[in-house]
């Protein structure tokens, strides 16, 4: 059964960095879309950052600009998100998800295969 286990999550000040992995035993990430996606106590899931196939990325709004970024290494099918200068307001359950054919666009109902790693931004 297809199962993704999302980690790197935790407790980190205002201003701090964390590094998330995804990956997912026995099911090979790099032909597909990848994405991260989090949800907040109370709040929908949304979309954080995605790589394509072909490795472009997709955004999901301004939120992560400047401050996250995630890339693929194949050799250890896994995908990062790295998260730097983070706020409160990224305290969230964070998700991978997948795709075959593109990333989600915005809004579109994505299924969740992992039980998500915890980022909480406090002082």
């Known amino acids: 059964q297809l199962q993704f286990v999302e980690s790197g999550g935790g407790l980190v000040q205002p201003g701090g960095s964390l590094k998330l992995s995804c990956t997912a035993p026995?099911?090979?990430?790099?032909?597909?879309?990848i994405g991260w996606f989090r949800q907040a106590p109370g709040k929908e899931l949304m979309g954080v950052l995605c790589?394509?196939?072909?490795?472009?990325?997709?955004h999901y709004g301004d939120s992560a600009k400047g401050r996250f970024t995630i890339d693929r290494e194949n050799a250890k099918n896994t995908v990062y998100l790295q998260m730097t200068s983070l706020k409160p307001e990224d305290t969230a359950t964070y998700y991978c998800?997948?795709?075959?054919?593109?990333?989600?666009?915005?809004?579109?109902?994505?299924?969740?295969w992992g039980q998500g790693t915890q980022v909480t931004v406090s002082s």
């Open positions: 998800i997948w795709d075959e054919i593109r990333c989600p666009a915005p809004g579109h109902k994505v299924a969740l």
């Open positions: 026995g099911f090979n990430l790099d032909p597909y879309a």
């Open positions: 790589i394509e196939r072909d490795n472009q990325i997709t």
